[in-house]
């Protein structure tokens, strides 16, 4: 693939770091560029259907709630504009991860190089450094001056159910401190444990629908090697802001002293 080719003829020559590159870094055309957001926002749309209709078909219970969404029962124009936003940066961040995995010496690229370090421990590498850099990161989003502003946005919705849309409705400051923390995580994994190429994609597909489950009302939880993933805390933090602030390892809440246990709200007549 010849912008494949271009791109890592750029990467030897050491191609300064610049709006553009940062935006376009394979330095595609206008028109594919454009086409490849629409693909993104197509499979990212499907994909969300599809993790949802799994889990569905599962059998997996539904959390208790009011019969009531709380907060935010309908989508208002900013929540439009920000989930616009955050779709292009998301895009842009896919686009610098992609050229990351297609051009790093730190990325093996070859199914003869697939292995247990730079596959399954990486992935898990990659979820531990990532809720280490997003746990205290979000935490300061609770301080009075950026939730005002900033975090408050995400909040609104007291009981989320949308799935990715509740997921990535939120200021895209706060998005762009995300993506940051997985572009931390994934930096420092790719050196430590190297990372495969197959592992960049199937981590976001993960990533993508672990972010949607907790947007849901889907009772989905598990527990591997201290991964401890559970719906229920993430509501949790929905309901209660000052708690459960870590996304995947509540060991982080519970070392902070802010890990608080599911509590059942009362239920209506009408659920």
């Known amino acids: 693939i ?26 595609l055309s206008p028109l594919v560029w454009i086409g490849g957001y629409f693909g993104k926002t197509a499979a990212l749309a499907v994909w969300d259907f599809m993790v949802t209709f799994a889990v569905e078909k599962s059998g997996a219970k ?34 610098g991860i992609f050229y990351f995995a297609a051009t790093s ?20 590498v990659i979820f531990v450094l990532d809720d280490l850099f997003y746990t205290p990161c979000h935490l300061l989003m609770h301080t009075k001056m950026l939730y005002k502003y900033v975090h408050k946005h995400h909040h609104r919705q007291n009981l989320p159910t949308r799935g990715y849309t509740d997921a990535g409705n939120e200021h895209p400051v706060e998005q762009v401190i995300g993506m940051s923390c997985v572009w931390a995580a994934l930096m420092i994994a790719a050196r430590v444990t190297g990372v495969h190429a197959a592992t960049v994609i199937i981590y976001f597909g993960l990533y993508a629908a672990l972010a949607l489950l907790n947007h849901t009302r889907y009772d989905v939880s ?21 708690c459960n602030y870590a996304q995947y390892f509540m060991f982080y809440d519970q070392l902070l002293g802010t890990y608080r246990d599911y509590k059942s709200p009362k239920v209506s007549k009408a659920e």
């Open 222 to 242: 598990f527990n591997v090697l201290g991964f401890h993933y559970s719906v229920r805390a993430h509501e949790m933090h929905h309901r209660f802001p000052r």
């Open 105 to 124: 010496p730190h990325v093996d690229k070859l199914p003869s190089e697939v292995g247990f370090f730079n596959t399954l421990g990486a992935t898990y």
């Open 62 to 95: 539904k959390l208790p709630t009011t019969g009531l969404i709380q907060g935010l029962p309908n989508l208002e124009a900013l929540d439009y504009v920000y989930l616009a936003i955050n779709s292009v940066i998301e895009y842009i961040f896919m686009l």
């Open 2 to 27: 010849e912008w494949l080719r271009k791109a890592r003829r750029e990467k030897r020559r050491g191609r300064a770091m610049d709006a553009k590159t940062l935006i376009n870094p394979f330095g």
